[in-house]
């Protein structure tokens, strides 16, 4: 008898408990569409992206942060207001999610019915006033340079597997014990504003790691910044990735009436005779 009166309150509690929490409803958010952006005629260039992750709110109230797609559990019933924002992992690192500051919120009113299951697909384009800079290489004449001092190759026109791209052709470069070393740069003399969001945007296929460099240019000298590593994918898994670098805080960091190129740094890893390189779709995108 001592046994079953101890047990007794907890069991209370656990049935309180138990009808205290109600049955959710389901939120199902599908994975990102960027859409072209019509006021800029194309100007934003491919439309390729890796917007994998979404902050999301509920009549302005965080749910959490989610990659897509997802199904999440909502602890409200009714017709709310709904807002996606588009998110990033920062210079692709998975820990680091951070809402994409060039890209429109999809909003929309929804109505959640708790054991049901309300299904979005959130689409969303670049806002409107943005600044891009783009190297495509679908013009013979690329504004990627390669560095007459320090480069043992350059890259070649490659159109072999374009897979999930727009346009015809991608930068090939092939690293071997001969020609170990690429080092390429922008000539776009970009003035970019100290204080705004600004980033590179890299669409990249390697089994060879890959360096980028912020190069400050002002009347004082030029400064290369190393910036974020683009790391080797194994031969037999190797994939089109895309990345996003956060250029804001070394821009911050320079001279006054500097500008920026971008630049790529790479010498064949340790231990490999062979690897290979593509590369596609650098933007510079600014307020």
């Known amino acids: 008898m001592l046994k079953f009166y101890f047990f007794l309150p907890l069991l209370f509690l656990l049935t309180t408990c138990g009808k205290n929490n109600p049955d959710p409803s389901w939120l199902q958010i599908n994975a990102w569409t960027l859409n072209a952006n019509p006021n800029y005629g194309g100007a934003e260039g491919s439309l390729n992206h890796n917007i994998s992750e979404a902050?999301?709110?509920?009549?302005?109230?965080?749910?959490?942060?989610?990659?897509?797609?997802?199904?999440?559990?909502?602890?409200?019933?009714?017709?709310?207001?709904?807002?996606?924002?588009?998110?990033?992992?920062?210079?692709?690192?998975?820990?680091?999610k951070k809402i994409y500051p060039f890209?429109?919120?999809?909003?929309?009113?929804?109505t959640l019915v708790q054991n049901q299951t309300l299904v979005l697909s959130p689409y969303t384009k670049y806002k409107d006033n943005i600044s891009f800079t783009i190297e495509d290489f679908e013009d013979i004449n690329s504004s990627l340079i390669p560095d007459p001092n320090t480069s043992a190759t350059t890259f070649q026109l490659s159109n072999t597997n374009l897979q999930w791209f727009n346009g015809n052709y991608y930068a090939k470069i092939n690293l071997n014990a001969v020609d170990s070393s690429w080092v390429a740069y922008t000539n776009w003399t970009s003035h970019v504003t100290k204080g705004k969001d600004a980033y590179l945007e890299v669409d990249y296929?390697?089994?060879?790691?890959?360096?980028?460099?912020?190069?400050?240019?002002?009347?004082?000298?030029?400064?290369?910044?190393?910036?974020?590593?683009?790391?080797?994918?194994?031969?037999?898994?190797?994939?089109?990735?895309?990345?996003?670098?956060?250029?804001?805080?070394?821009?911050?960091?320079?001279?006054?009436?500097?500008?920026?190129?971008?630049?790529f740094v790479a010498t064949l890893d340790s231990g490999k005779t062979d690897t290979e390189i593509w590369i596609d779709n650098i933007k510079l995108v600014h307020f």
């Not at 890209?103 to 929804?110: P, R, V």
């Not at 980028?212 to 002002?218: D, G, R, Y």
């Not at 990735?241 to 009436?257: F, H, N, P, T, V």
Request: proline share 6%; charged share 15%.
């Open 205 to 263: 296929h390697t089994t060879n790691t890959i360096t980028t460099e912020l190069i400050e240019i002002s009347p004082s000298g030029t400064v290369p910044r190393i910036n974020i590593g683009m790391n080797a994918q194994t031969p037999n898994t190797v994939t089109w990735r895309k990345i996003y670098i956060d250029l804001k805080e070394l821009i911050a960091a320079g001279a006054s009436g500097a500008y920026f190129e971008q630049g």
């Open 55 to 96: 902050w999301v709110y509920v009549n302005d109230e965080i749910m959490g942060v989610f990659q897509l797609p997802c199904k999440i559990p909502i602890l409200k019933a009714g017709t709310f207001n709904i807002k996606i924002m588009p998110a990033i992992r920062n210079n692709g690192i998975a820990s680091t």
């Open 103 to 110: 890209l429109d919120t999809y909003e929309t009113t929804g």
